[in-house]
């Protein structure tokens, strides 16, 4: 615990003095120097669906003395995703990574018009008419909305596969809600096993409820698969002595290797790393079905047959397109069908005009924009489309003329447990505003170990939207080194 303790008492307030540039001090200081005397009399309508990285990174570069904007998502409040892991186990708590959408539109207060939200779910788009339809579910409501501007950025969801008895049984890991999901049926099988174990019942039933299994090897399953270790290793074993030894954490990955985007010596390093913490990492392995109790294998590379118990099933095995997407993309019809396999998102161009549908835009992962489908490339789109409405006003003859989006890949990273983490850092582009090229493989600079969990808590933490949700990370981060994480769960 005293690592932790140490990177977040020193690296992460300084990294927090130097780097903490507000976003919103810039914007709210650019838009006092554009309102000018001659704006239109009628302001564009811009309706932006969702409330994700893409959608508030574009707001954010919104000018509201020059265009209504309305606000429509079914959630009411932006989340952090990258410690989306960490709340799973309690290292942070979920208050700290969510921001209040009203919050981010209050700050408009003093411009001219202060944008709307509606907190519901975007049903249909009718391109003709130019308007949306949205539905309350809380209410059972429904409103159209008109628009001249649509900006679609609705995120993805987890994508199971039609795996049988996968949606049923497994919980997924892509909402706040499912975090702490995680977290109450970890703490709720605990003390499960722990009643099983008084009770006198056999040790293989015992041992099924604290067989922890996460599908999907990538920066999400890893991630949850090291802080589920972390709390094992550090919080149940003072709790709960006598279940500790019985605990198992199993992570299940389809292709040959876990962190498959990072270079093979740093995804055997993760494995490494997972396995020394105790977890179990199979690899070459597709899950092919669900039940209750039990999840069915197989074995890519010899094709035989296996299932394994479990207490609980944590889905982290991709994403596909939701269906508001997919119906949307049907409505549009041409060349927004794919020639062969699922449809996985919205045909955009370069300057994310949706194809097929005039004054629609889609971005984030929503959008077939060529950029991978992170929280990075959601941003960085975010802020040129913004940029885009400021610059050209939406004129069709401007729009054409303005620079086209250009992805920079700043690298990746991810934590594996025990206070270590991985990175691929393309350091040439930092620093910069417009970097020139995207980083090559060569131009990396990889790191593991404690240096890169540094790296990892002092980059998320800067790279955090707000003030507020700074200060809460660190404060759960000394908090939960200092104290350990709490395991009370009335959620
Ligand atoms: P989202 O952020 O998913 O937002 C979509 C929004 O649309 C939500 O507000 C949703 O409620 C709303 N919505 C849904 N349906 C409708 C509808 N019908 N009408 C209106 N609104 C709707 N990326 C990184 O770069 N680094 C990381 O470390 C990282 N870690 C991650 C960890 C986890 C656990 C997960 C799940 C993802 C992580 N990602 C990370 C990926 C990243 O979060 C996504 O790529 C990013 O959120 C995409 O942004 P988006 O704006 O397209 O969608």
Redesign the pocket.
Known sequence: RVVPVLVAGTLVPTVFFTTARDEWIDHAYSIKKTVSPNQPTRKERVVI?????????FLQRLDPDKVDITV????SF??Y??L??GCSTGTVASTSITESMRWHLHRFKGTSSRPLFLQ????SIDVEKKTVT?GSSAVGVSTTLDYDQLVV?????SNTFNIKGVKEYATM???VED?LKVRREVLEKLESANSLLASGASDEEVRRHLHWVVVGGG??GV??TAELCDFVNSDVRDYFPALTDKIQISLIEGTGKVLGVFAPHISEYARNKLLEQGANVTTNCFVTGANEKTVSLLNAVDKSKSSIDYGLLVW?GG?GA?P?TRAFATQIGGEQLPKKGPLRGLKVDNKFRVAGADNVWA?????LSGS????????QQ?KYLGRLFRETNCEREKVEEHDAFEFHNYG???YVGSSSAVADLKLHLWGSEHPAGRGQDSDSTVLEGKGAFAIWRSL?FSKMLSMKNRWQVLFDWCMSGTFGRDISAPY
């Open positions: 669906l969702g409330s994700g990285w893409g959608s508030l990174s429509v998502s079914p959630r932006f989340f995703t990258p989306l892991a519901a779910h975007a049903s949205c950025a609705v995120g993805a969801e890991m892509k909402e975090s920066p999400t991630e949850l982290a994403i939701r508001f971005l984030g992962d929503c959008a991978p489908p992170t929280a990075q490339a959601a941003y975010g990746s990273l991810a998320y």
